[in-house]
């Protein structure tokens, strides 16, 4: 006995398909439009079925068995069905199958007239039944029974069920009195045909003649209500937005038929304008249902502009299938600036949306800011959780990537004394990797937090005092972007140093809120700055907003509380902590700041214009008194405007002329700090004033064991 059935691996999909097909169109429970039994006994003459029991059966013999003949199901209705062999039938039939199957097995439902006569082939022939005129949607099982008693060799045959889908039953007649074979589920092609090809198997052993079998048919049919077959696109539309220049851009795409019967569909794809192939998008000529092919966009550039084309999917017997596509070419869009951080980003309307601020009043197109901030949360949150994660992928249109990545940790992740610092640096590096798996030339920008405040309970048992916590901060913030640098290459990863700025303002307890953590207006704008300069590479003191006008930035800070002097103030301490790329005259970039005005109280930003009769201002000071115990002074030295003294070489912090400049003041030591006041009597138009201060202290930045240095300072006379 072997009673083996296999199925085609596309019917789950098929049979889910069409059970949800009708699900959608049709309300309430899904139930079946008609069901009918069909039952057809093949034999002899002798012994047939229809009209010795109940049910009214089919009898198929020799004599008849070429069809076509129209099958009736058990209550003797016709079903539109018809039975038919292609070729060369059955050799003959006989009766010697079994009289007594066994009541209860499956071969005995049967009665005896149908399960003791049969019809049969030999020697390799194969007989193709065609079984045509199913309803549309016509779901057919199909149970075979055969029996050929006083045998002792295997008969073994296989039953190949071939409509939309296909199958496989094997059945041995050999002394069978008990078992069928069934072959379930098969869905009528469109045509609503079903083939069934009856041959030997590999398993028979009738050497010589390889007797096969087929003794009853029994067909239970099933019509689902239906619409016509389609084929479908699994999404709706696709829109690809890039700027200009942008390397071409890839997606996935999949199109499947609801009857889960095609191998290929075919595919194509015009322009909506010229009614041409789109030169602007490739996608291969077919594809396989229900798996995904490329669609590619800007494999050959095209100008900036809006552009629209219409994929067809087709396959014979579906109407087409029409998806639109849009591609826009950006020549000036934004920055896409993804944030993560935790109430530090969140606190005075968010650092965010004020870096996009500033960005737009500098000029540039508005970036898209994704902000990913979650209070109390540190890197390793946003790089585990998944809506975090997801963010990278998930938030923004097809086709667009992201600019750069900010991440801002907790406030004290980055400490030895009861932080992580090593984990803190890899979790940067794993988020930006992330980021870039997504968007292989995203960079990121560090937002360095800042040390608590003096009041805060950590002074003196954690750290002596804010000015060691902040060592500890900013030093893993800078190795975390050494590290971004050092996988990535130079140039991917800056330093948003926003507690360096902290620190020159000395700690100040304006720009705490009373827990001594979180920040005050003034400090998130600091932090917005330093951003800025760290992912634009624009210098923020070159940068004046129009206090008079109703810009967005000039909006948000008066909502804050902050005017164009607050603005003035903050702006230079934001660039003199900006990497020494950006600052126009850099120094040691230590706990030294040079300040200087005109005709106005001495400011950080590096450039002034002086005319002839102004007053100008020079304050150099150690905010938190590293270099009060020293001996400074101020060196001036002038050059054409625009051409400044080279570098020298070993001292790349020294920015005057060794053989030009002059000693403008000493004062030992420091202490609170050296001022000087000068009248401008005599200008030279096109002519610079550098000025620069020097510690006689060694400086920890530079290695230089000698002397530190300010950024300079430039007055360009007018």
């Given at each position: 006995?072997?009673?083996?059935?296999?199925?085609?691996?596309?019917?789950?999909?098929?049979?889910?398909?069409?059970?949800?097909?009708?699900?959608?169109?049709?309300?309430?429970?899904?139930?079946?439009?008609?069901?009918?039994?069909?039952?057809?006994?093949?034999?002899?003459?002798?012994?047939?079925?229809?009209?010795?029991?109940?049910?009214?059966?089919?009898?198929?013999?020799?004599?008849?068995?070429?069809?076509?003949?129209?099958?009736?199901?058990?209550?003797?209705?016709?079903?539109?069905?018809?039975?038919?062999?292609?070729?060369?039938?059955?050799?003959?039939?006989?009766?010697?199958?079994?009289?007594?199957?066994?009541?209860?097995?499956?071969?005995?439902?049967?009665?005896?007239?149908?399960?003791?006569?049969?019809?049969?082939?030999?020697?390799?022939?194969?007989?193709?039944?065609?079984?045509?005129?199913?309803?549309?949607?016509?779901?057919?099982?199909?149970?075979?029974?055969?029996?050929?008693?006083?045998?002792?060799?295997?008969?073994?045959?296989?039953?190949?069920?071939?409509?939309?889908?296909?199958?496989?039953?094997?059945?041995?007649?050999?002394?069978?009195?008990?078992?069928?074979?069934?072959?379930?589920?098969?869905?009528?092609?469109?045509?609503?045909?079903?083939?069934?090809?009856?041959?030997?198997?590999?398993?028979?052993?009738?050497?010589?003649?390889?007797?096969?079998?087929?003794?009853?048919?029994?067909?239970?049919?099933?019509?689902?209500?239906?619409?016509?077959?389609?084929?479908?696109?699994?999404?709706?539309?696709?829109?690809?937005?890039?700027?200009?220049?942008?390397?071409?851009?890839?997606?996935?795409?999949?199109?499947?038929?609801?009857?889960?019967?095609?191998?290929?569909?075919?595919?194509?794809?015009?322009?909506?304008?010229?009614?041409?192939?789109?030169?602007?998008?490739?996608?291969?000529?077919?594809?396989?249902?229900?798996?995904?092919?490329?669609?590619?966009?800007?494999?050959?550039?095209?100008?900036?502009?809006?552009?629209?084309?219409?994929?067809?999917?087709?396959?014979?017997?579906?109407?087409?299938?029409?998806?639109?596509?849009?591609?826009?070419?950006?020549?000036?869009?934004?920055?896409?600036?993804?944030?993560?951080?935790?109430?530090?980003?969140?606190?005075?309307?968010?650092?965010?949306?004020?870096?996009?601020?500033?960005?737009?009043?500098?000029?540039?197109?508005?970036?898209?800011?994704?902000?990913?901030?979650?209070?109390?949360?540190?890197?390793?949150?946003?790089?585990?959780?998944?809506?975090?994660?997801?963010?990278?992928?998930?938030?923004?249109?097809?086709?667009?990537?992201?600019?750069?990545?900010?991440?801002?940790?907790?406030?004290?992740?980055?400490?030895?004394?009861?932080?992580?610092?090593?984990?803190?640096?890899?979790?940067?590096?794993?988020?930006?990797?992330?980021?870039?798996?997504?968007?292989?030339?995203?960079?990121?920008?560090?937002?360095?937090?800042?040390?608590?405040?003096?009041?805060?309970?950590?002074?003196?048992?954690?750290?002596?005092?804010?000015?060691?916590?902040h060592g500890e901060v900013r030093t893993?913030?800078?190795?975390?972007?050494?590290?971004?640098?050092?996988?990535?290459?130079?140039?991917?990863?800056?330093?948003?140093?926003?507690?360096?700025?902290?620190?020159?303002?000395?700690?100040?307890s304006s720009l705490y809120t009373p827990?001594?953590?979180?920040?005050?207006?003034?400090?998130?704008?600091?932090?917005?700055?330093?951003?800025?300069?760290?992912?634009?590479?624009?210098?923020?003191?070159?940068?004046?907003?129009?206090?008079?006008?109703?810009?967005?930035?000039?909006?948000?800070?008066?909502?804050?509380?902050?005017?164009?002097?607050?603005?003035?103030?903050?702006?230079?301490?934001?660039?003199?902590?900006?990497?020494?790329?950006?600052?126009?005259?850099?120094?040691?970039?230590?706990?030294?700041?040079?300040?200087?005005?005109?005709?106005?109280?001495?400011?950080?930003?590096?450039?002034?214009?002086?005319?002839?009769?102004?007053?100008?201002?020079?304050?150099?000071?150690?905010?938190?008194?590293?270099?009060?115990?020293?001996?400074?002074?101020?060196?001036?030295?002038?050059?054409?405007?625009?051409?400044?003294?080279?570098?020298?070489?070993?001292?790349?912090?020294?920015?005057?002329?060794?053989?030009?400049?002059?000693?403008?003041?000493?004062?030992?030591?420091?202490?609170?700090?050296?001022?000087?006041?000068?009248?401008?009597?005599?200008?030279?138009?096109?002519?610079?004033v550098l000025v620069q201060g020097v510690?006689?202290?060694?400086?920890?930045?530079?290695?230089?064991?000698?002397?530190?240095?300010?950024?300079?300072?430039?007055?360009?006379?007018?």
């Amino acid at each position: 006995m072997n009673d083996d059935v296999r199925m085609s691996q596309g019917m789950p999909r098929l049979l889910l398909r069409l059970v949800v097909g009708v699900a959608l169109c049709c309300s309430g429970a899904v139930t079946a439009q008609s069901a009918s039994r069909v039952l057809i006994d093949l034999g002899v003459e002798a012994f047939p079925t229809a009209g010795s029991v109940a049910s009214a059966w089919n009898d198929i013999d020799p004599t008849n068995m070429a069809g076509p003949l129209a099958l009736i199901d058990r209550m003797g209705q016709p079903t539109g069905v018809s039975w038919s062999i292609d070729g060369t039938g059955f050799v003959a039939g006989n009766s010697a199958g079994t009289s007594a199957p066994v009541p209860g097995s499956p071969l005995g439902q049967f009665p005896a007239t149908a399960t003791q006569d049969v019809l049969y082939g030999s020697n390799g022939t194969t007989v193709l039944i065609t079984l045509a005129g199913f309803a549309p949607a016509s779901l057919v099982n199909l149970t075979f029974g055969a029996s050929r008693l006083n045998v002792s060799d295997m008969r073994t045959t296989d039953y190949v069920v071939k409509g939309f889908n296909g199958g496989q039953g094997t059945l041995d007649p050999s002394n069978n009195t008990t078992d069928t074979t069934s072959v379930p589920t098969i869905l009528a092609d469109a045509t609503g045909t079903i083939t069934v090809a009856v041959r030997a198997a590999p398993s028979n052993t009738n050497l010589g003649t390889f007797y096969y079998y087929l003794g009853l048919l029994q067909l239970d049919i099933t019509v689902w209500p239906t619409t016509p077959p389609v084929l479908g696109f699994d999404q709706g539309s696709l829109a690809v937005s890039v700027s200009a220049g942008q390397s071409p851009f890839v997606t996935p795409l999949t199109v499947s038929d609801s009857l889960g019967a095609l191998s290929t569909i075919q595919l194509s794809a015009v322009d909506d304008a010229t009614g041409l192939a789109p030169t602007w998008l490739a996608l291969p000529p077919a594809a396989t249902p229900g798996q995904p092919f490329a669609v590619s966009f800007g494999d050959n550039p095209v100008p900036e502009g809006n552009y629209s084309a219409t994929v067809v999917a087709s396959a014979p017997g579906y109407p087409d299938e029409l998806l639109g596509v849009s591609y826009e070419v950006d020549d000036a869009a934004g920055k896409n600036l993804l944030f993560y951080g935790n109430s530090y980003s969140i606190s005075n309307q968010g650092v965010p949306s004020l870096v996009g601020f500033i960005a737009e009043e500098a000029g540039h197109p508005s970036p898209t800011v994704v902000a990913q901030l979650v209070g109390g949360q540190t890197l390793n949150y946003h790089l585990t959780n998944p809506s975090q994660a997801a963010a990278i992928s998930g938030s923004l249109s097809l086709g667009q990537t992201w600019d750069s990545v900010v991440m801002q940790g907790f406030s004290t992740e980055a400490t030895d004394a009861i932080g992580d610092p090593l984990g803190f640096r890899d979790d940067a590096l794993a988020i930006l990797t992330a980021v870039r798996a997504h968007s292989p030339d995203a960079g990121a920008a560090m937002y360095q937090t800042w040390a608590r405040g003096p009041g805060s309970p950590y002074y003196p048992n954690t750290w002596a005092d804010p000015l060691e916590m902040h060592g500890e901060v900013r030093t893993n913030y800078r190795l975390a972007v050494d590290d971004m640098n050092a996988a990535f290459g130079p140039g991917t990863a800056f330093l948003g140093a926003a507690g360096d700025a902290v620190a020159l303002l000395s700690f100040d307890s304006s720009l705490y809120t009373p827990d001594w953590s979180h920040p005050t207006a003034p400090t998130t704008v600091l932090a917005a700055m330093t951003l800025y300069q760290a992912l634009y590479r624009e210098r923020i003191c070159d940068l004046e907003p129009d206090f008079g006008g109703s810009g967005n930035l000039v909006s948000r800070l008066s909502s804050l509380g902050l005017g164009q002097s607050d603005w003035a103030t903050l702006a230079g301490i934001a660039e003199r902590v900006a990497d020494g790329e950006l600052r126009h005259h850099p120094g040691s970039g230590e706990d030294l700041l040079l300040q200087t005005g005109v005709d106005s109280t001495a400011l950080a930003c590096p450039v002034k214009g002086a005319a002839l009769g102004s007053q100008l201002s020079i304050e150099l000071t150690s905010p938190n008194d590293l270099f009060s115990g020293a001996t400074s002074m101020l060196l001036v030295d002038a050059f054409l405007t625009g051409s400044p003294p080279g570098l020298v070489p070993g001292y790349p912090e020294v920015q005057f002329n060794p053989a030009t400049f002059l000693i403008a003041v000493t004062q030992n030591p420091l202490g609170a700090g050296l001022t000087l006041d000068v009248p401008l009597t005599t200008s030279l138009a096109g002519v610079s004033v550098l000025v620069q201060g020097v510690s006689l202290s060694p400086s920890v930045e530079t290695g230089n064991g000698k002397f530190t240095t300010s950024d300079g300072h430039e007055f360009q006379l007018q």
